[in-house]
């Protein structure tokens, strides 16, 4: 695939803010099954989401998703992911954030640590 341009870059993300499909989609090169849509359009459009759900569903990757397209497109943001245990935020939902940023179509900047992306310096 051709590498974007950093206008055609910016375009995309500024495109993402009000739409966490076409972000997932465009930026992130995955596509959601209809809950997942489902959800991250709830996100979008509600303070408050709950999802209720078994094991093996992909509540993890949307986390991950979701955590992301805010964070990318939402000036100022802070999102704080939490799980359980220590051990399912590290090695799980924060490896899914790691994959999916590592394998975004489009670069989305930051500094990636262990169990955080800072964006900007706040």
């Known amino acids: 695939m051709k590498p974007l341009s950093p206008e055609d870059a910016a375009y995309l993300l500024n495109k993402s803010y009000d739409d966490p499909v076409f972000f997932a989609k465009e930026i992130l090169g995955v596509n959601?099954?209809?809950?997942?849509?489902?959800?991250?359009?709830?996100i979008r459009d509600h303070s408050n989401t709950c999802v209720a759900s078994g094991h093996g569903v992909g509540k993890t990757f949307i986390s991950?998703?979701?955590?992301?397209?805010?964070?990318?497109?939402?000036?100022?943001?802070?999102?704080?992911?939490?799980?359980?245990?220590?051990?399912?935020?590290?090695?799980?939902?924060?490896?899914?954030?790691?994959?999916?940023?590592?394998?975004?179509?489009?670069?989305?900047?930051g500094k990636l640590l262990k169990t955080s992306l800072a964006i900007e310096e706040k």
């Open 64 to 109: 991950a998703v979701a955590t992301l397209w805010f964070l990318c497109t939402h000036d100022q943001s802070r999102i704080i992911t939490t799980a359980p245990t220590n051990r399912q935020v590290e090695s799980i939902l924060w490896a899914e954030i790691w994959s999916l940023y590592n394998n975004s179509r489009v670069p989305l900047g």
């Open 32 to 42: 959601l099954w209809d809950k997942q849509v489902q959800i991250v359009e709830s």
